[in-house]
T-cell receptor, first 114, second 115 residues
């Protein structure tokens, strides 16, 4: 079975540009999580969805960040406009919310904003 | 209330030694405590997990010790190997039906096992 799929794996963009990160969760999983990882702040939860519905977006840094999950097999995290401080590795994770809480992480997208 | 504190930040161990990483939490509603392992360039992956109804869980060379009264739990890696060199994260979850399986992660420990 394919794991969580993220694209692109690497993204380099200039400050002010729009960035869209994509995630395909594991088939059958009904929870999806977006994380950001930096040396300074560690692993931060940005937002998570249950059954395609956003449950908690309190970790989203500011209005420049938005996330959508139009269906059970696809989610996007958008940054508009991007800033150098957004440079980080962004992970998507999915889980099956029924009796187990194991989250399966994707390989991450390394974002560099110059 | 939601934080999980992890220590040490980094750890160097000789091959064959014991690696010990500690975590502490405040929220007594947490009922699931996993450890994740992350290799460079990869996403974290579940290593081992425990629920508060047991004080210890062992899987191969990896053991979680859980102290409910002290609100602390730790990861012990016996006979540490260079291949264990990675970053380790503790985490905790309330697992409530309405909140999903949200995890609160510790800050991470970078483990280096010297050959």
């Amino acid at each position: 079975d394919a794991g969580v799929i993220q694209s692109p794996r690497h993204e380099v963009t200039e400050m002010g540009q729009e960035v869209t990160l994509r995630c395909k969760p594991i088939s059958g999983h009904n929870s999806l999580f977006w994380y950001r990882q930096t040396m300074m702040r560690g692993l931060e939860l940005l937002i998570y969805f249950n059954n395609n519905v956003p449950i908690d977006d309190s970790g989203m840094p500011e209005d420049r960040f938005s996330a959508k999950m139009p269906n059970a097999s696809f989610s996007t995290l958008k940054i508009q406009p991007s800033e150098p401080r957004d440079s980080a590795v962004y992970f998507c994770a999915s889980s099956y919310h029924q009796g187990t809480y194991e989250q399966y992480f994707g390989p991450g997208t390394r974002l560099t904003v110059t | 209330q939601q934080q999980v504190k992890q220590s040490p930040q980094s750890l160097i161990v000789q091959k064959g030694g014991i690696s010990i990483i500690n975590c502490a939490y405040e929220n007594t509603a947490f009922d699931y405590f996993p450890w994740y392992q992350q290799f460079p360039g990869k996403g974290p992956a579940l290593l081992i997990a425990i629920r508060p109804d047991v004080s210890e869980k062992k899987e191969g060379r990896f053991t979680i010790s859980f102290n409910k009264s002290a609100k602390q739990f730790s990861l012990h890696i016996m006979d540490s190997q260079p291949g264990d060199s990675a970053t380790y994260f503790c985490a905790a979850s309330t697992g409530r039906e309405t909140s999903g399986s949200r995890l609160t992660f510790g800050e991470g420990t970078q483990l280096t096992v010297n050959p």
